[in-house]
């Protein structure tokens, strides 16, 4: 088990531009849930996919889209780039058969700079 | 809606001495609520969940619904304790956690 692997672990862009995260759930888990952390905010929620149907929405802007795709990862699409979307953006996955109750697995996150 | 408050970004206690972490929630229903925590270069885990009721490496935490609060508490700290901690509140297995936003517990030797 490799466990919620996520892709690339840093990018550097530019405002105005656009980018796509990539999460691959630890396997078997069904649930894939993608955050924002900020300096400021801690933890922000964005987005949560269960099997492949979008499950609970968070404060994720309209410019941000996600999508899980039948093989479970998921793809977080951000897009006209502000310098504000600077942040490490985690993936998480649970819900496989017999699982403990609440226990998220996450990734080692995303870092996105914009410039 | 559901929010979960830390009220200490950092914290800071000697070893052997007893820490507190403070966690304060809202939510109309039935929460669950959990603690993760984060070591320095490690990812982001589970250290325990209310509902076990169980001690995780001398740590407890009891939910207190009357005052919506699910303090994390060590009698004894140790300096490997020293990581950031966030309190977490969900709705039911298999939806989202809110989170806190977090305590950074140094343990000084």
């Known amino acids: 088990d490799s466990g919620v692997t996520q892709t690339p672990k840093h990018l550097i862009t530019a405002t105005g531009q656009r980018v796509t995260l990539r999460c691959s759930p630890r396997?078997?888990?069904?649930?894939v849930y993608w955050y924002q952390q900020s300096l400021d905010q801690g933890l922000q929620f964005l987005i949560q996919?269960?099997?492949?149907?979008?499950?609970a929405k968070g404060n994720i802007l309209e410019r941000f889209s996600a999508q899980q795709f039948p093989d479970l990862h998921s793809e977080l699409n951000l897009s006209s780039l502000e310098l504000g979307d600077s942040a490490l953006y985690f993936c998480?996955?649970?819900?496989?058969?017999?699982?403990?109750?609440?226990?998220?697995?996450f990734g080692e996150g995303s870092r996105l700079t914009v410039l | 809606a559901q929010r979960v408050t830390q009220p200490e970004k950092l914290l800071s206690v000697f070893k052997g001495a007893p820490v507190e972490l403070k966690c304060n929630y809202s939510?109309?229903?039935?929460?669950?609520l959990f603690w993760y925590v984060q070591y320095s270069r490690q990812r982001l885990q589970l250290l325990l969940r209310?509902?076990s009721r169980e001690s995780i490496k001398g740590f407890t935490a009891d939910l207190n619904k009357g005052e919506t609060s699910f303090h994390l508490k060590k009698p004894f700290a140790q300096e490997e304790d020293s990581a950031m901690y966030y309190c977490?509140?969900?709705?039911?297995?298999?939806?989202?956690?809110?989170f806190g936003k977090g305590t950074l517990l140094t343990v000084n030797p």
């Open positions: 998480a996955s649970s819900g496989r058969q017999g699982a403990v109750t609440g226990e998220l697995f």
């Open positions: 396997s078997g888990d069904l649930s």
């Open positions: 996919y269960y099997n492949g149907e979008e499950r």
């Open positions: 939510y109309s229903g039935s929460p669950e």
């Open positions: 209310h509902i």
């Open positions: 977490a509140l969900s709705r039911g297995s298999n939806y989202k956690l809110t």
